[in-house]
């Protein structure tokens, strides 16, 4: 399975935008991009997810570059409550949801 | 009403002990799962149900046993408990569709061998 790519952490002020980059430079035509977080104490979220399309939905935005190789998850208006480790993961079509988690990048949305 | 529920929520136990967690899903998904999350953060599937039938088996120890008596339901059992079983589990679950794969996941029960 392609890896991904994520910064450890990353502040953000609440009420501005946070932008969540994710590298994935191996993935193949047929592996999707998701995003999902975990806040603490809970279970991973699921967020979003596309192919080549950019996507959004009333979580947020994720911007796949036209080749592929990395993406964006776009939170518009962060929260105090949006503060989770957010995981960036390939997957391929048939591989029966096996989603391979990394180490995510900490996001930390401030007041 | 929770769509995916775990029974326990902490499970403390000691070594050489045999236990069981439960998963439910009430969302009508075929599909179920289990994770692993240790001390590091890092979350690892251990195995996958599709209509009661195993499709996902990683390499995990045989003293862990899944059973899937139905569609909604699928057990944790873990015989001989050793130390570094440790973690928390996460149940999940997921309707299969072509290219699509949300995942809903269960609060996790947090297991501590001593």
């Known amino acids: 399975d392609a890896k991904t790519t994520q910064p450890t952490s990353m502040d953000c002020a609440e009420g501005r935008a946070a932008n969540l980059p994710c590298n994935h430079s191996?993935?193949?035509?047929?592996?999707?991009v998701y995003w999902y977080r975990q806040i603490h104490s809970q279970g991973p979220q699921y967020i979003i997810h596309g192919l080549k399309n950019n996507e959004t939905n009333e979580m947020a935005s994720l911007i796949i570059t036209e080749d592929r190789k990395s993406s964006t998850l776009i939170l518009p208006h962060a929260t105090l409550r949006d503060t989770a480790v957010y995981y960036c993961i390939v997957r391929p079509t048939d591989s029966w949801g096996k989603l391979q988690f990394g180490a995510g990048t900490q996001v930390v949305v401030t007041p | 009403d929770t769509a995916v529920s775990q029974t326990p929520k902490y499970l403390v136990t000691q070594m050489g002990n045999d236990k069981s967690i439960k998963c439910e899903q009430n969302l009508g998904h075929d599909t179920m799962y289990w994770y692993k999350q240790d001390s590091k953060k890092f979350l690892k599937i251990m195995f996958s149900?599709?209509?009661?039938?195993?499709?996902i088996n990683e390499t995990v120890p045989n003293r862990f046993s899944p059973k899937s008596p139905d569609k909604a339901h699928l057990n944790l059992h873990i015989n001989s408990l050793e130390l570094g079983d440790s973690a928390v589990y996460f149940c999940?679950?997921?309707?299969?569709?072509?290219?699509?794969?949300?995942?809903?996941f269960g609060p996790g029960t947090r297991l501590t061998v001593t």
């Open positions: 149900y599709n209509n009661k039938e195993l499709i």
């Open positions: 191996t993935i193949s035509g047929n592996e999707y």
């Open positions: 999940a679950s997921s309707q299969w569709t072509a290219g699509s794969y949300e995942q809903y």
